[in-house]
């Protein structure tokens, strides 16, 4: 055959212009071929990690999704498809943490997807060509744990509350018979004042009851803050009290009625709650005191450590050995419930003093 043409050799002036067109192309296929070996090892790192990701462009198009997120989200995720086409209505909160992370703003979310509960965390593509990365984790068994912890919480918080009311009804109880023993003639009057008192705590067990009932409701459902008479409502507890012939000696001091938004049950749950503490410390004498602003209780107990006094108010803390550590944890929710505020002062040795205040100009009509 015909010999092969020889090469045409550029005229010698485009010799620098053919040369730099060839190093050009050499540059453009190394890049590629650089490119492509990044590509490669990014996949291979987050082929093996426990987080599923997705790289979305600034059009909501995948860019890239390791096999985690494909797991996770069960879908194919193929390069180049609408991340967002045909999501489900749980997807809202992927939609939105989109959108904030593309805004420049922190983007996290949880959601069901195929059974799973997901958190996701989204941030923004700060280089061309735009668009937001997104990491996927399975919080499933963390949410059930969750959940776990928060119906023991509420077991320990339920019997916590049904046991205050108990110990006023068993002094109760044995104020009828020590009255019973006396003499039937002097029974009649006792029954009559001690059965109200009895009846009375009974009916704060049913409140109590009816309250962990609307657990989950929102904080509006327990009703509208109405003015209470705090000096009557301590004046009951303290009778009660005041029935034990062992344990402290409970006082009340107060000046007359004092009305202040609360309601009524609450806050003799709050008292109770106190009284228990105190008793539970050792103290020999305690003193309810209700002024037109701040209501507190003073004991002469064992007290608290200067290190456990901003601990207190925790949910199972307690300082003592007996109880479930609820009590003052309890008494805060209640009392900032009424727009009040409560703080505890205590000392080792001498005992503790908690108070109750409302703010200045509080309504109370």
Do not use: C
Not at 126 to 155: H, I, K
Request: aromatic share 4%.
């Amino acid at each position: 055959g015909l010999p092969a043409p020889a090469p045409r050799l550029p005229p010698a002036e485009l010799e620098p212009v053919f040369a730099a067109i060839t190093r050009m192309a050499v540059d453009v296929r190394s890049t590629q071929a650089e490119l492509e070996a990044a590509r490669a090892r990014t996949a291979a790192v987050l082929a093996t990690v426990a987080t599923g990701v997705v790289a979305i462009d600034a059009t909501g198009r995948v860019l890239l999704a390791n096999p985690r997120a494909r797991e996770l989200l069960g879908r194919a995720l193929p390069e180049g498809e609408e991340f967002l086409a045909g999501s489900p209505a749980e997807w809202t909160p992927v939609r939105e943490a989109m959108s904030a992370a593309d805004a420049g703003r922190p983007g996290e979310a949880e959601f069901e997807a195929g059974g799973r509960r997901l958190s996701l965390q989204a941030a923004r593509l700060e280089r061309a060509p735009g668009g937001v990365v997104l990491a996927f984790n399975d919080v499933t068994q963390a949410s059930r744990a969750a959940r776990v912890l928060a119906w023991g919480e509420m077991a320990r918080q339920v019997a916590h509350e049904i046991k205050n009311p108990l110990t006023p009804l068993r002094l109760g109880v044995q104020h009828l018979q020590r009255a019973w023993r006396r003499g039937p003639e002097r029974f009649e009057p006792v029954l009559q004042e001690t059965g109200e008192r009895i009846l009375a705590e009974i009916d704060r067990l049913d409140t109590i009851a009816r309250i962990f009932s609307r657990f989950g409701a929102p904080p509006e459902a327990a009703g509208p803050l109405e003015p209470v008479d705090i000096a009557a409502a301590a004046a009951e507890v303290v009778q009660l009290y005041a029935l034990a012939e062992d344990g402290a000696r409970v006082r009340l001091v107060t000046a007359g009625p004092v009305a202040r938004p609360a309601r009524r049950d609450e806050v003799k749950e709050m008292l109770v709650n106190l009284l228990e503490n105190a008793r539970n410390a050792a103290a020999r004498e305690i003193v309810v005191d209700v002024g037109q602003s701040e209501l507190s209780v003073r004991d002469d107990g064992r007290g608290i450590p200067a290190a456990d006094v901003a601990r207190v108010f925790e949910p199972r803390f307690s300082s003592t050995t007996s109880g479930a550590g609820l009590g003052l944890a309890i008494v805060r929710r209640l009392v900032e419930g009424w727009g009040a505020t409560v703080r505890l002062d205590s000392e080792p040795g001498r005992g503790t003093i908690v108070r109750v205040r409302w703010p200045a100009g509080s309504p109370t009509e």
